[in-house]
C-alpha cells in the first residue's frame, strides 16, 4: 500500500527564490533593471576637490566606475546567469621538482 506523500515546503535559496516571486510583479523587476541600468550608464559620485588658485573645497562629480561594473556584472548575472570557466581556459599545472643532496652523501664508488 502506497503511502500519498505531502509535498515538501521549500526550503533555503528555493524558499527564497519563492518569497522573492511571490513579492515583486514582473513590472517591478523591470521598473528594477532600468533603475540598474541608469545606473550603469551614468552613476557617479560626489567629490571634494581644492581650487588650484584659491584653495576653496568645491564639489563636483566624477564617474563611478565601481557602481557602473557592479551595475553591468548584476544585470548580465540576472539576463545570462553567472560564467562558468572553461576547461581550456586554466593554465596547465607544471612542478618543478629539485633534489637538493648533501655533499659527501653521494660517492663515486
Known amino acids: 500500500m502506497a503511502r500519498a506523500m ?15 516571486r511571490d ?4 513590472e517591478e523587476w523591470r521598473d528594477a533593471v532600468e533603475s540598474m541600468w541608469a545606473i550603469a550608464t551614468s552613476g ?21 566606475l565601481r557602481a557602473r561594473t557592479d551595475a553591468l556584472k548584476a544585470l548580465q548575472e ?15 599545472l607544471t612542478v618543478n621538482r629539485r633534489i637538493i643532496v648533501p655533499k659527501g652523501a653521494m660517492s663515486d664508488a
Open 6 to 20: 505531502k509535498p515538501r515546503s521549500p526550503q533555503g535559496r528555493n524558499l527564497a527564490q519563492k518569497v522573492v
Open 23 to 26: 513579492l515583486i510583479t514582473e
Open 44 to 64: 557617479t559620485q560626489p567629490e571634494w576637490v581644492r581650487c588650484p588658485n584659491c584653495q576653496r573645497k568645491t564639489r563636483m562629480e566624477r564617474v563611478d
Open 78 to 92: 540576472m539576463g545570462f546567469g553567472r560564467p562558468r570557466p572553461d576547461e581550456d581556459d586554466r593554465q596547465p
